[in-house]
T-cell receptor
Framework: SAVISQKPSRDICQRGTSLTIQCQVDSQVTMMFWYRQQPGQSLTLIATANQGSEATYESGFVIDKFPISRPNLTFSTLTVSNMSPEDSSIYLC???????????FGAGSRLTVL | KNEVEQSPQNLTAQEGEFITINCSYSVGISALHWLQQHPGGGIVSLFMLSSGKKKHGRLIATINIQEKHSSLHITASHPRDSAVYICAVRSGGSQGNLIFGKGTKLSVKP
């Protein structure tokens, strides 16, 4: 299965600043997914990142707040912009391998906004 | 009502006990996944099921499509099994979105 390197693993940020999270995959994948997991909650899909086109955002998430880049088939970034304490969450990237049998996630980025 | 419900929400067990975690869903699915999330946040895929039963080491996962229910069993539990176990269903074919349960937090005491 694919291996994902996600960073940073954690960060503490000030209100109003922005943070970019990176995911590097060791193989080419068509679709990459960005999730948010708020404390005590299940994972929520933010957007699907496809190479060569704009990311597709889920209801409640907008590009201005969560801009995504997907420059090639092995890399993607998610930026959390103009952060507030409500953005404190774990953010995870995930890929859908060709077999679609094994879900693969990055290690997660635990973000705390003060 | 959530589309994917897990029970129990929290579970504490003594080392060696047999553990069962349940997952019920209300949508049509093409597959069901059991995931393990450790305190650092990273998620590991345990099983993908579309029917029947799968076993890997001390872990057993079953699914009943008619009843829209799945169970994850851990035999001879160990403190290193302590984690959050998440059930996720895939609707709308193999490319469909995943719907996640809230997870079951398992703590196994030595």
């Amino acid at each position: 299965s694919a291996v994902i390197s996600q960073k940073p693993s954690r960060d503490i940020c000030q209100r109003g600043t922005s943070l970019t999270i990176q995911c590097q995959v060791d193989s080419q994948v068509t679709m990459m997914f960005w999730y948010r997991q708020q404390p005590g909650q299940s994972l929520t899909l933010i957007a699907t990142a496809n190479q060569g086109s704009e990311a597709t955002y889920e209801s409640g998430f907008v590009i201005d707040k969560f801009p995504i880049s997907r420059p090639n088939l092995t890399f993607s970034t998610l930026t959390v912009s103009n952060m507030s304490p409500e953005d404190s969450s774990i953010y995870l990237c995930s890929v859908l391998p060709a077999t679609a049998n094994v879900l693969t996630f990055g290690a997660g980025s635990r973000l705390t906004v003060l | 009502k959530n589309e994917v419900e897990q029970s129990p929400q929290n579970l504490t067990a003594q080392e060696g006990e047999f553990i069962t975690i349940n997952c019920s869903y209300s949508v049509g699915i093409s597959a069901l996944h059991w995931l393990q999330q450790h305190p650092g946040g990273g998620i590991v895929s345990l099983f993908m099921l579309s029917s029947g039963k799968k076993k890997h080491g001390r872990l057993i996962a079953t699914i009943n499509i008619q009843e829209k229910h799945s169970s994850l069993h851990i035999t001879a539990s160990h403190p290193r099994d302590s984690a959050v176990y998440i059930c996720a269903v895939r609707s709308g074919g193999s490319q469909g979105n995943l719907i996640f349960g809230k997870g079951t937090k398992l703590s196994v005491k030595p």
